[in-house]
């Protein structure tokens, strides 16, 4: 049986292909799993997404679930802890911002900002489906860069704002021949919960 047609990026890299075909581009909606890929996007950063693909797991106990609540409590002595640990991405910038982001996606929630609507707001509360050529950024990544920061949020520059609009499925940038594009398109307007 013939491979399926993916998105070249995909470059018959097992490790890509799985991610690929369960995840990227698939509509997320939950607020935690959303902030989640923005934080790992962060860090991917002048880095290839499988560094930080194989690196997951390791980021996820690192920084305990990725539960906002309990990373914007880490300390200096945290971020000591998390330079040291090779299976994730050692830069203290980088590790600072998502201590940073965690507070400012608790500061959105204090003030009654859910962050998964805020996200879906943004976009027009459903996926984008995106043509070729695939941009690495684009007007609306930009203002929405710009909203993140003026939250308090860092390392979200239009880039990474796209490449994780891409992958959490506000755009479907699937390739027109990929067999995920119709499955991704299909997934259809969200249901998203109004405050």
């Known amino acids: 049986m013939p491979s399926p047609v993916r998105c070249t ?45 194989k690196k997951r797991d390791a980021f996820r106990e690192a920084f305990e679930g990725f539960d906002p609540e309990r990373v914007a409590r880490f300390t200096e002595q945290d971020v000591e802890r998390l330079l040291l640990n090779a299976g994730i991405i050692r830069s203290r910038a980088k590790i600072e911002s998502a201590i940073g982001n965690a507070q400012a996606f608790l500061s ?26 695939v941009p690495t950024q684009t007007p609306l ?6 909203a993140l920061k003026a939250r308090g949020f860092k390392f979200v520059g239009p880039t990474i704002v796209y490449a994780w609009m891409q992958a959490t499925g506000m755009v479907n940038d699937h390739a027109p021949d990929c067999h995920r ?13 109004r405050s």
């Open 181 to 193: 594009r119709r499955v991704v398109a299909a997934m259809g307007e969200p249901r998203m919960p």
């Open 108 to 133: 959105m929630q204090d003030q009654g900002e859910d962050f998964a609507t805020f996200c879906w707001s943004m976009i027009g509360d459903r996926p984008i489906q995106g043509l070729p050529p």
């Open 9 to 53: 990026w995909v470059q018959g890299n097992p490790v890509l292909a799985h991610y690929h075909d369960h995840e990227w581009g698939v509509p997320e909606f939950d607020s935690q799993a959303l902030w989640e890929k923005l934080i790992l996007d962060g860090f991917q950063a002048g880095l290839s997404w499988l560094v930080v693909l």
């Open 141 to 146: 990544s930009a203002a929405f860069s710009k």
